[in-house]
């Protein structure tokens, strides 16, 4: 991975959602983080979580309006980091989880 | 190391590797492999994961069209959560370094992320260990699916942890191979315990929640004198009780060799040793351990737990074999009915609440309450000491007048089988507990009612 085009990219973002990031997000952003070559990151109260692990991120528990950091780094960061803002973006109303 | 506190039930110590069993009953009965077998182990792994979430899918697939993709979501993030790579990287490691096989390999990291996610501080969150267990237990359905073991296939002596035991599966327990086991749930009195004393394995009830602690494979001591599960026992304690292990050994055969001497005082009164039973199989028990008679048998075990009361002749079939087995001349002390109503399902409508049950209407009480019920008894209990030497004993028993009661009601029971012509013995020996406090200032006028005393003296401890 010699690309030059590789950079570690941030953000932050808000949870937006009302029940936190409960298992359906939390299962789509491993299925969207999956699918980039890119290391995904993604940090919650100072700690990392490895973005391609369920098992990783259950133990996150961001409620709504709280804060996590998302770090991806790798030949598509820009587009993965795009998407997975999306992702985490995602308004879920259902009272699933 | 974890100490858990419990109810014992059957005494005894057992050391040995636990065998989970839970409401699925899926086992984990061998933990380790040899070098040669890891690579068998990785591929048995994958293809276990494989099919667990081949699995999964598809029932995602199927609720998601039933009712919703919502729905179908939850299954969605347990197979991603089984397709896991850094689950499988986890697994493999342990099966790699430790040589395990790939159930206890996956039982043991699958504990790690359980007691993670339950520790933390979002309840919702922590509750999402539960869905953990679901997915440990796919998994390790595939996996013990290719090697088809359970419990009728155990090959090396285990201890049962679960989180209950039905009363047919505390049965069906092999006690050749399953030499202990211990529970989350159950009292002092629930037919699993009751089953324990009857199969005489060490077995310990009421623990309270130890299942996350614990993973099939794990060394467990169950204490059975002194109600305590332990797991993973350091180095330590493993002595102290393989020691107390051969102290049981070497008293036991200690105890066997006085078992056919005579019972006899140094100024030579003899005195007569006898067992308690509650179940007729417990009679060969007493007979091996040289037992001159049974002392007191506790019918009340025969109503627990039923829906009905067991009828004369389910009842004269337990105290026929009970009294057979023991032959002609050795006694057998029968008990009546000593339970309160609150202990009965079938009387559940003529139960009424009272504040101190154990004081309230209970025992000969009861009986006298519902005479139709304690003539059932007394006839069977007539009927079966034609076989032997059947002595019949009353509980609870507080004034004369409740005695002769309950004598005239055996008289009554006596003048129906004679005129039906039922065979029994005439001279049946009746006997009274002294338990109750009015019963012992009482008993030189209760001596003269009866044939013998039985002095129960816990009730006069307090």
Known sequence: MEDASQELLKSVVKIKNPNGFHMRPKAAFVEAASRFVSEVKLIWEGQVFNGKSMFELMLVAAGEDSEVTLEVFGSDSHLALQELEKVLAEEDVSVLD | MEVYRGIPVYPGVVIGPALLLDTEGYLIP?????????????????????????????????????VGTQYGAILGAHAQMIEDPFLLGEIESLISKKFFTAEYALSL?????????QSLPDARMASRATDLFDIEKQILGKLIGQRKEGLNSLNEPVVILAHDLSPSETAKLNTKLVHAFATEAGGRTSHTSILAGALEIPAVVGLGKFISEVTGGDIVIVDGNAGLLIIDPDAETLRRYQKTQTDIVSLD????????????????????????????????HCLDKGAQGIGLYRTEFLFMGKDAVPTEDE???????VVQAMGKDRPVVIRTLDLGGDKLAAFSNLHIPEKNPFLGLR????????????????????????????QLLFPMISTVLELRQAKM???????????????FNKDIPIGTMIEVPSAAILSELMAKEVSFFSIGTNGFLA
């Open chain 2, 315 to 321: 009842q004269f079939e337990a105290y026929k074999e």
């Open chain 2, 363 to 390: 025992s000969i009480r009861l009986c006298l309450r519902n005479i139709g019920l304690f003539k059932t008894q007394l006839r069977a209990i007539l009927r079966a000491s034609v076989y032997g030497n059947i």
């Open chain 2, 409 to 423: 009601i055996v008289s009554e029971v006596k003048e129906d089988l004679f005129e039906e012509k039922v065979p």
């Open chain 2, 30 to 66: 061998q933990r380790s492999i040899t070098a040669s077998e890891v690579v068998e182990e990785f591929e048995r792994l994958k293809i276990g994961i494989r099919d667990a979430a081949i699995e999964v899918r598809s029932n995602q697939a199927i609720i998601a069209a039933k």
């Open chain 2, 109 to 117: 990291v699958m504990r790690k992320h359980i007691k993670e996610i």
């Open chain 2, 253 to 284: 055969a200690s105890l066997e060799s006085l078992r056919d001497l005579p019972a006899i005082t140094q100024d030579g009164v003899e005195i007569k040793l006898l067992g308690n039973i509650e179940f007729p199989h417990e009679t060969k």
